[in-house]
């Protein structure tokens, strides 16, 4: 009797080619709004930045320096060889030791003054990235559960892990390169026009060269870079998707054909990656070609104004040092381009997801009736004698004439109508596809209806905020859910300022505190990443604990008992009637013989009520659910 059938489309697979529909795209859609926005992120430290930009300007003077004063170290030696040969004189090696030990100090500077620099841009890339994840980790709880079912596990991950890593590392190394590549640029151009115009003019014909392979480099690898994020999320996805179902893939012998599909991706990856990386790294190679040719122009042209007297015979070192240090500026100026293609890229996927909508809580969404009112006043009143706790009593609910479906014009929900009393019990079943489970993600406001309404002790749920009215609700689900830590700690989870005998208490009640012992560590006993290490059964229990914990005035049971043995079953009923006590109660039920009991049952098809009494008395009417039972029995027998 399983109902998810009538959920969502499902998520799409991350097979090669595929993905979600935002990630599509050679380029970044809008490179320069995603520039701005991840600039006011930056902007935020702009005194840190500030001082990183002063810092880089001194360091490049000192770097700057070096070399001319080097220039002059290499004149007075070759000044005082050649008075050595002539016999006026002989080399000055105190004025060159004094030289050589203000280079030293230059050198020390402009070192530290980087490490500095290098500090500071590695704490604002990664508060930028602390801040990302921050608002993500945020957004994620505020997106409607639509988003989840249509985007896959992978791709979300890819956002909040890989993207964000690639924004943090290329900013942090970006922000320094090109500051520092921009004020060396200009501190070396004043330098090199003080030696001599002419030979700079020289230097500066290879500027176009440089700067039509930089053009060519950036405009061939930025595309490849996009693809290579996307990608690597669609990798990302299989690989979830493959680990996620690893038992199935072998249960059915499909190991070869997902390795030939995760095969398939990842050799879009490595296409997407190699490419990337080659013809980025081409830059290198062509920029030192280009450069040496301009090394020997400069060499000629400098002997022969050395022979002319106009400069000195060691500035012409000091230029081709500076000529040196010029081409590699340019040379980090285009691999900061091709890193920033890639933090575009990767921030605007974050921009993107930033930017989903999310759950609005304005009253009355998606009804088009008036909100904040009550609901009919024929829904009658509570016959529940006692109240399980006077903070929390149970709950009446009244469903009135709800409409829903997941596509427009394409109704799951027809036209459903009924009125749950405080404290009863209500089992919902039907064959696939009836709506069943969509009842209760309507009741759990993850969707809102379309039309009528859904009121909970006469008010209309679309009237409160939903963090407000989902904490009146417990569920225990068909999949349990159970994170690596303590036994005390996945029970504690439905309270978390309860006290060890709550806890205890709580298992107790759910029949858990017997198994729990016979563990080695009890309640101390550390689950790994999946739960593997307690059954099925123990999980389900478990999550009941931490249901009657939570003490939620509602409840919700979807198919708890469908994966489990009879035995295990009994038990687990056993636990469910002390949850269930004093609570209103909803029984998606998968065995129609574990909800014979219930003070009403829903008989659900095509997204209406077709029946509804209690077990007997559908039996004795032979209509839907008596067929349903009887092919239940006859499958058991």
């Not at 600039?39 to 990183?52: H, Q």
Request: some cysteine; glycine content about 8%.
């Amino acid at each position: 009797m399983n109902s998810k059938t009538s959920s969502p489309p499902p998520r799409r697979r991350m097979g090669p080619g595929s993905g979600p529909p935002h990630m599509h795209g050679e380029k970044a859609k809008d490179f320069k709004g995603t520039m701005i926005k991840l600039m006011a992120y930056m902007g935020n430290y702009k005194y840190a930045m500030l001082c990183v930009l002063l810092i880089a300007v001194g360091g490049t003077v000192f770097a700057i320096l070096a070399p001319r004063i080097m220039g002059q170290a290499i004149t007075a030696l070759y000044d005082g060889f050649m008075a050595q040969i002539t016999d006026s004189g002989s080399i000055d090696f105190a004025l060159i030791a004094e030289i050589v030990l203000l280079l030293l100090i230059l050198y020390v500077l402009s070192a530290c003054l980087n490490a500095v620099q290098g500090f500071i841009t590695a704490g604002i890339s990664q508060k930028i990235c602390f801040q990302f994840r921050r608002e993500l980790s945020e957004k994620i709880n505020r997106m409607p559960m639509s988003y989840f079912e249509q985007a896959t596990v992978g791709d979300v991950l890819s956002r909040i892990t890989n993207d964000i890593d690639t924004i943090g590392q290329n900013l942090n190394q970006s922000i320094v390169r090109l500051i520092t590549s921009l004020a060396m640029i200009i501190g070396i151009l004043i330098m090199m026009l003080s030696i001599s115009p002419l030979m700079t003019l020289i230097a500066l014909v290879i500027m176009p060269i440089t700067v039509v392979l930089m053009v060519f480099v950036v405009k061939h690898s930025q595309h490849h870079f996009n693809d290579h994020q996307k990608y690597l999320g669609q990798l990302n996805g299989r690989i979830e998707e493959v680990y996620g179902g690893h038992n199935i893939i072998r249960a059915f012998n499909r190991e070869a054909e997902t390795a030939a599909e995760f095969s398939e991706t990842n050799k879009l990856l490595y296409g997407a990656s190699w490419k990337s990386q080659f013809i980025s790294g081409l830059m290198w190679p062509v920029m030192s070609l280009v450069g040496n040719l301009g090394y020997v122009a400069v060499v000629v042209v400098g002997a022969l104004l050395t022979l002319n007297g106009t400069i000195l015979i060691g500035d012409i070192p000091a230029f081709i040092q500076y000529m040196r240090n010029f081409t590699q500026p340019l040379q980090e100026i285009a691999q900061t381009t091709n890193m920033l293609q890639s933090t575009v890229a990767a921030a605007e996927r974050v921009f993107e997801f930033l930017a989903e909508a999310e759950e609005v809580e304005v009253p009355g969404v998606g009804a088009p009736h008036t909100s904040f009112r009550k609901c009919s006043e024929t829904q009658g009143k509570s016959t529940l004698s006692f109240l399980r706790n006077p903070l929390n009593p149970p709950a009446q609910i009244v469903f009135d004439h709800v409409r829903f479906g997941y596509v427009a014009d394409k109704p799951v929900i027809q036209d459903f109508s009924t009125t749950v009393e405080a404290g009863q019990m209500i089992a919902i079943v039907g064959p696939t596809g009836a709506g069943k489970t969509t009842m209760v993600k309507l009741l759990m406001r993850f969707y809102d209806v379309d039309s009528g309404a859904i009121c909970v002790n006469g008010r209309d749920i679309c009237s409160l905020p939903r963090p407000e009215h989902r904490a009146n609700f417990g569920m225990v689900l068909q999949d349990t859910w159970l994170f690596k830590g303590s036994i005390m700690e996945n029970i504690r989870y439905g309270k978390l300022d309860a006290t060890d005998e709550e806890v205890v208490a709580a298992a107790k009640a759910a029949y858990a505190h017997r198994f729990i012992m016979t563990l080695p560590e009890g309640y101390q006993m550390e689950l790994n990443d999946d739960a593997s290490n307690v059954s099925q059964g123990q999980k389900q229990l478990l999550t009941i604990a931490r249901a009657i914990l939570a003490d939620r005035p509602i409840l919700i049971l979807d198919e708890a008992t469908s994966s489990v043995d009879t035995r295990t079953e009994e038990r687990i009923q056993k636990a469910m009637s002390n949850l269930m006590r004093g609570r209103t109660s909803f029984v998606i039920a998968h065995r129609l013989s574990t909800i014979q009991g219930a003070d009403r049952i829903l008989v659900m098809n095509n997204g209406d009520i077709v029946e509804q009494g209690r077990h007997a008395e559908l039996l004795s009417a032979g209509g839907f659910y008596a067929e349903l039972y009887e092919s239940q029995f006859e499958r058991a027998g």
